[in-house]
C-alpha cells in the first residue's frame, strides 16, 4: 500500500513561563528569529537561542509510517504527547526539529467546534469547510443532505448560529462534515466522547466504511478501548514524547498498553 504520512525524526520543543518579551515588536523580533534561525536580538547574555531549562521536550523523535486505509491508533496517558503529534500533522503548530509528509487532504476533529466559526450557521460552516478542502460549492451542494442527515442536527438547528450549538451537537456536526467530504485522512482526537453511545457506535461503523471500502486513512486517539478495538486495525504506544511501542497490530498493542497503565 502507498504511504500516506511519514514522519521522521519529529520533535516539539515548548517553554514554560512567561516567554514574551512585553513589547510586540520585540515578541515580533523574537519570533522572526525563531523561524528563520537567526540570532535573537532579545536573547539575555549566556541563555541558549531556544533550548534552556525552562521548556520541555513534548515530542521527541518520533519515526512514523502510515500506509492507505490504516485505522492507526495513538495510545498513551494524558500528556504523553498524542495530542502535540497530531496538531503538528494538521499543521497547527510546527515542529521544532525533524519534517513530516503528507499525501492528500485532512479533516481533522481536534476538539469540540475545529474548524467552526462560531457566528456562521451549520449549514454555512459546511460550506465553509469544503471550501477549506478545496471543493467546490456544488461538490458540496450535492452531499448537504447527507451531512445533515449523518449529524442528526434538524432543519431548525442547521440554520443556527453554531455558537448556540450544544458541544455534542458540534461533535455530530464535525464528524458529519469530515466523513462526507473529500478528505483522504480523518484525524480525531478524543471528541467522540462527547457524543451519546449511539452517536459513537454509528460513527465508529462510518470510519471503518471510510476505511475498509474508500481507502481513507483514520489516525485515532481514544481512551475507550472497546472503540480503539472496533475501528483500528494498527496502534503505536507514546510515553513522555516518545515512542515506546513501535507501530504493531491493534491486538498487540491493547495488552501492552493495558499493562502499561497496571489494568492488564
Not at 519529529?10 to 525563531?34: C, F, M, P, T
Not at 491508533?73 to 500528556?79: D, K, P, S, T, V
Not at 478495538?229 to 491493547?254: F, T
Amino acid at each position: 500500500m502507498a504511504l500516506v504520512v511519514k514522519v521522521e525524526n519529529l520533535s516539539k520543543y515548548y517553554r514554560l513561563g512567561v516567554i514574551n518579551n512585553g513589547e510586540l515588536w520585540k515578541d515580533l523580533q523574537s519570533h522572526a528569529a525563531r523561524l528563520f534561525g537567526w540570532e535573537d536580538p532579545n536573547q539575555r547574555i549566556g541563555h541558549k537561542a531556544v533550548y534552556d531549562k525552562d521548556g520541555f521536550w513534548a515530542l521527541s523523535d518520533i519515526n512514523l509510517e502510515i500506509e492507505e486505509g490504516d485505522c492507526l491508533a495513538i495510545m498513551g496517558r494524558n500528556g504523553a504527547g498524542k495530542s502535540t503529534l497530531l496538531k503538528i500533522l494538521c499543521q497547527i503548530t510546527a515542529p521544532t526539529k525533524g519534517c513530516f509528509h503528507i499525501r492528500g487532504r485532512i479533516a481533522s476533529l481536534l476538539e469540540v467546534g475545529t474548524g467552526f466559526h462560531p457566528e456562521l450557521t451549520g449549514r454555512d460552516n459546511i460550506f465553509m469547510n469544503g471550501a477549506i478542502l478545496g471543493m467546490k460549492r456544488r461538490e458540496v451542494a450535492e452531499k448537504l443532505d447527507a451531512i445533515i442527515a449523518f449529524s442528526e442536527v434538524d432543519t431548525r438547528h442547521i440554520d443556527t448560529p453554531v455558537k448556540r450549538y450544544s458541544s455534542g451537537m458540534h461533535v455530530r456536526l464535525g464528524f458529519a462534515i469530515a466523513a462526507h467530504l473529500n478528505s483522504e485522512i480523518i484525524i480525531s482526537d478524543e471528541v467522540l466522547a462527547v457524543g451519546d453511545l449511539k452517536f459513537r457506535n454509528k460513527a465508529i461503523a462510518k470510519m471503518q466504511e471510510l476505511s475498509r471500502e474508500q481507502g481513507r486513512t483514520v489516525l485515532f486517539v481514544s481512551h475507550f478501548p472497546k472503540m480503539v478495538m472496533q475501528l483500528c486495525n494498527k496502534g503505536i504506544i507514546i510515553e513522555q514524547g516518545k515512542v515506546v511501542m513501535e507501530q504493531s497490530p491493534i491486538e498487540e498493542v491493547m495488552p501492552a498498553y493495558e499493562k502499561m497503565l497496571g489494568i492488564g
